[in-house]
């Protein structure tokens, strides 16, 4: 692609393995407290829903507060197992302080990252908390390959919205006819970086998205052809 120098990544779901990493955490915390909870049953039923609520979130339809209780509450429900809200509150404590603990990227991540670093400046726009978002960074391996690091709470908005995109690339002192977002939610990430101006690449691992007319990957090694 022409003129791009600046490469704006989403984290979740995009380098670092939401999915697998929120299975290692529930399952420390189902051994040691719900030990009759089957972990992969449960995931199969929280992806869902907490995909749903950080929909809602995105759009300010929920909390912060909100969307951690009410995920794990809906995924409860669902499964029919009794559970206080104390309970539930504690669970999503510690789902937060063991979730960085746990840092399995996708396939090819680190290969591409150090492909790409010798050619643009990259970067990470998320909208995830800046509490649990740093130490996934840190501890996965990733900081040193991202000059700026932009997530919701400093820029004070979330994407798709406008705000968060003129925040990062003033933060990564670009243009947006330089720059372009790789991410997995084709609303936020996608969506809202076309809508901004900048071009974007949506990462479909799982292959979900047809004919969505966007310049779509199924694999982060892909980004070597392109860029």
């Not at 919205?161 to 947006?176: D, G, P």
Request: with cysteine; hydrophobic share 40%.
């Amino acid at each position: 692609m022409k003129n791009i120098t600046d490469i704006f990544f989403d984290l979740d779901h995009t380098l670092w393995d939401f999915d697998a990493n929120s299975v290692l955490a529930f399952d420390k915390i189902f051994t040691a407290h719900h030990p009759t909870i089957d972990t992969n049953a449960f995931i199969e039923i929280y992806a869902p829903i907490n995909q749903a609520c950080w929909k809602l979130y995105q759009v300010d339809k929920i909390t912060h507060q909100e969307l951690r209780y009410n995920r794990l509450r809906q995924s409860f429900d669902v499964l029919n197992y009794s559970i206080s809200d104390g309970e539930i509150n504690k669970i999503s404590d510690d789902y937060i302080a063991f979730l960085p603990d746990n840092n399995q990227l996708f396939e090819g991540a680190i290969e591409v990252l150090e492909y790409l670093t010798p050619k643009y400046n990259l970067h990470i726009i998320t909208n995830g908390f800046a509490e649990v978002q740093g130490k996934k960074i840190n501890n996965s391996g990733l900081a040193d390959y991202f000059k700026t690091i932009t997530n919701s709470e400093m820029a004070g908005m979330k994407k798709p919205h406008a705000t968060i995109f003129e925040y990062a690339l003033s933060l990564a002192n670009t243009k947006k006819e330089n720059a372009i977002m790789i991410g997995d939610c084709i609303d936020a990430d996608v969506r809202g970086a076309i809508d901004f101006g900048m071009k974007a690449i949506l990462f479909d691992e799982k292959g979900i998205y047809t004919d969505q007319g966007l310049h779509t990957i199924n694999h982060l090694l892909e980004l070597k052809k392109i860029l």
